[in-house]
C-alpha cells in the first residue's frame, strides 16, 4: 500500500491501532495530536508524531504536503464530560474539524474519513440501527460529531474532495484508556471485576449497546480509504450484535474466570436504550465483516493488555 496519511488524533485508542496496522501495510503515516489524551509511545517507530492542536490551520498545511487521505479522529471522546463542557467539546470537536477541512481544502487532499459517533442516532424507535434514521443526539459530544459530519460532507462537496464518515459503534480493545473519571465501560468494568470491587451499573442494566472490536474498526477504516463509491455516504460500523451491560458483565466474569458483585443505580439514567448497528450498508460498500465475537475480543483484550495481562500472569503462577 503505498498511500500517504494524516491521522488526527492518531496517539489515542484507535489512532495507535490504525496508525500501527497502516504501517505494517507500507502505508506513509503521519499523526497529529495534542496528546490531551493520547499517548505516543505505542505507536511504530516507523510513524512520523507531530505534537500540536488540529485546530493550527498552518500546522495542517505543512502536515498536508503530499497526504493523499486524512483520517479525523481528533476529538473529546467522553459522553458525560461533554455535558459538563459542551463549549470545549464543540471547539475540538466542530472547531477542530472546520479547521482540518478548510487546510484539505487549500492543500488538496483527495479524501477525508471522518471518525463519528453511534451516539448521533440517540434514542430510535427501532433498531438495528440504519444509516437513513433520522439522528437524535441527546447529548453535546453527540451533537458535536453530527455537526462535524455536516461540515465533512458540505466543505468537502464545495471544494472537490471526498468524504466519508464512519459511525463507530461501542469499540473496545487493548489499549484503550481508563481515565480516572467517564472511564469507557469495558476496561473499567475489567478492572473492577478483577479488582474483586463493585460495578455499577447505571439504569437497570438492560439497556443494550454494540461493541466492537478495534481491529474490526481498524479494518473499516482502512477500507474507507480506499473504497469507491463511498463519497458523501455515512457508515455504521459495529458488530451487529446486541449485549446489554448485565451480559457484558457476565461475558467478563467468565473470561477473567471472576465473580461481580453488580450495585443497579436505577436512579441513574443509563442513557440511550438501545444501540445496535445494522451493517447491511457497510457490508456492500466496505465489505465490512466483523471478525471478532465479544467473548473472544474480551479474551484478546485481557490478555494483551499489559494493565490485565499482568495481574493474569501473577495469578497463573501463583496457581501453578
Ligand atoms: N472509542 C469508541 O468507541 C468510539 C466510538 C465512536 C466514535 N469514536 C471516535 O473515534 C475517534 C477516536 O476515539 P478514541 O476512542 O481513540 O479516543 P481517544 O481519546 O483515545 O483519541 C482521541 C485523540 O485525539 C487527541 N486530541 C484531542 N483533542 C485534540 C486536539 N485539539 N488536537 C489534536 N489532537 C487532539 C487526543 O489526545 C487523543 O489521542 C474520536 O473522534 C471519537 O469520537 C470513538
Redesign the pocket.
Known amino acids: 500500500m503505498s498511500m500517504r496519511v494524516l491521522i ?2 492518531g ?5 495507535v491501532h490504525l496508525a500501527n496496522q497502516l504501517v505494517r501495510r507500507g502505508a506513509a503515516v503521519r499523526v ?7 499517548d505516543p509511545a505505542s505507536l511504530s517507530p516507523s510513524v512520523n508524531f507531530n505534537r ?4 493550527d490551520v498552518p500546522k495542517l498545511w505543512s502536515l498536508l504536503q503530499g497526504v493523499d487521505v486524512v483520517f479525523h ?5 467522553s459522553v458525560p464530560a461533554s455535558v459538563l463542557y459542551p463549549r470545549e467539546y464543540n471547539d ?1 470537536n466542530v472547531g ?1 474539524t472546520v479547521a482540518l477541512l478548510e487546510a484539505c481544502r487549500d492543500v488538496g487532499v483527495k479524501r477525508v474519513v471522518l ?4 451516539t448521533v442516532y440517540g434514542d430510535q424507535p427501532s433498531w438495528p440501527i440504519t444509516e437513513d434514521m433520522p439522528p437524535n443526539p441527546a447529548v453535546p459530544y453527540a451533537v458535536s ?1 453530527l455537526a462535524a459530519e455536516r461540515y465533512l460532507f458540505t466543505i468537502g462537496r464545495l471544494s472537490g474532495f471526498e468524504t466519508v464518515a464512519l459511525r ?4 473496545y480493545g487493548p489499549g484503550q ?1 481508563l481515565p480516572p473519571t467517564h472511564a469507557p465501560v469495558i476496561p473499567l468494568f475489567m478492572q473492577q471485576i478483577i479488582g474483586r470491587g463493585s460495578v455499577i451499573i447505571f439504569g437497570d442494566g438492560r439497556q443494550t449497546r454494540d461493541f466492537v472490536y478495534i481491529d474490526d474498526v481498524v479494518d473499516a477504516l482502512i477500507t474507507a480509504a480506499t473504497a469507491s463509491n463511498i463519497d458523501q455516504e455515512v457508515i455504521n460500523v459495529g458488530s451487529g450484535q446486541e449485549t446489554s451491560l448485565l451480559q457484558l458483565v457476565d461475558t467478563i466474569c467468565s473470561v477473567v474466570n471472576a465473580h461481580a458483585n453488580v450495585i443497579e443505580n436505577s436512579e441513574a439514567s443509563g442513557g440511550i436504550r438501545h444501540l445496535v448497528a445494522d451493517l447491511t450498508k457497510a457490508r456492500q460498500l466496505l465489505k465490512y465483516k466483523p471478525r471478532t465475537q465479544l467473548v473472544d475480543g474480551l479474551r484478546k483484550f485481557y490478555e494483551q493488555d499489559a494493565r490485565f495481562g499482568a495481574r493474569a500472569h501473577a495469578g497463573k503462577a501463583l496457581v501453578g
Do not use: E, Q
Not at 496517539?11 to 489512532?15: E, L, M, N, R
Not at 479522529?73 to 471522546?77: G, I, K, P, Y
Not at 471518525?115 to 453511534?118: E, K, L, P, Q, T
Open positions: 488526527t488524533g496517539a489515542g485508542f484507535i489512532g497529529l495530536d495534542d496528546l490531551s489524551s493520547g500540536g492542536d488540529v485546530r479522529l481528533a476529538a473529546r471522546v475540538v477542530g471518525a463519528s459517533s453511534a460529531k463507530i459503534f461501542n469499540a484508556p
